[in-house]
């Protein structure tokens, strides 16, 4: 909500009137509801008193209480829900994205575009000098062949779907003993739908995540929803099927997403496919949970990854985790 004041970058007032950059993330401030299947409510118990301890303000709903607040909702094999009441929503990531990118090089954060092609530690054994760069990375620029070396002490591995491979390049998954574990996140490409219904819910609709992986959220105020499906824990080898030109084959949504949406939401029954687009989500493979923290072997390197496409939800926070993190363990 106050991007708008302290995200913004400012320039010479002399020249210019205001700033420069104010960021326009189109914050929309409605809730965030999780329904869970029948014969979950333990977990739904254990998973409301979790966020209470740490301070986030949500209300377990039963099958009746989401009827009669959400009166377009089928209930039928739901145990109930979680409703978030504040602090939650949704935004224009790109636009988020960009305006800290603007903001960080205005306070002097160096942005180097490359990929990363060689990594090497030049020292296994803890040293008492934390600040003794003992790595080495050298980076690939984009359609150049020069390589730009960097030499450092801690890196933070927060490459998406790719952070499995940079960790083989330090060492994490070719090693013997604990180092032959690698980081267990690979990309698994999913797509985002965007449907057009006049009969879908209207305004008070929060972001719904449904125990088959999908979910909807309201796109704009004009009767338009983007649609997904979270890669499937139990299906490690779930292949989207795609068409002779790559993009999604077009009987996947309509034999995969739209009968799962209009059994949850029967207002979907008349509705327009206006088009789709290709995401990659960042999975761990071994459960579903993010990854983050100092690794235990390797400790110059922390990892921040594994967040299965809400990176943007969990990113702020997670920067900030990491970055006490380290501090503390300086320290000590």
Known sequence: RLMGLNK???????????????????????????????GSGEKLDATHKIQAITGA???????????????????????????GLESEGWCDTWNFLQSIILRNKYLGVDYIHGEVVYMKNHCWNKVENDDLRVFEAHVLLPESKRVFPIEFAKIVIAAAGQSGKLGRMAGIGTGRGPLYMDIPVEPRRGYIFEVECKEGPGLNFPLLSDPSGIFIRRDGYLNRYL?????????????????MYGDVDPDYFEQVII????????GFKNYT??????VDYDYNYE??????GIHPIV?????????????????PAVGRAIRSEERRVGKE
């Not at 499906?229 to 099927?241: G, Q, S, V």
């Open 8 to 38: 913004s970058v400012p320039m010479d007032q002399d020249l210019y009137d205001g700033n420069f950059n104010t960021p326009a993330i189109k914050l929309q401030p409605h809730g965030h509801l999780t329904l869970f299947p029948e």
């Open 57 to 83: 303000q949500t209300a377990i709903m039963s099958k009746k209480n989401l009827e009669r607040r959400f009166p377009w909702l089928n209930t039928n094999g739901l145990e109930g829900g979680c409703l």
């Open 227 to 243: 649609i997904g499906k979270l890669p499937d824990p139990d299906n490690h080898e779930e292949k989207i099927p795609q068409n």
């Open 259 to 266: 009968p799962a949406v209009q059994y949850r939401i029967p």
């Open 273 to 278: 496919l206006m088009g789709s687009r290709p």
């Open 287 to 292: 459960d579903g949970s993010p990854i983050i």
């Open 299 to 315: 400790t110059e390197v922390m990892m921040a990854t594994g967040f299965n496409g809400r990176g943007a939800m969990y990113g």
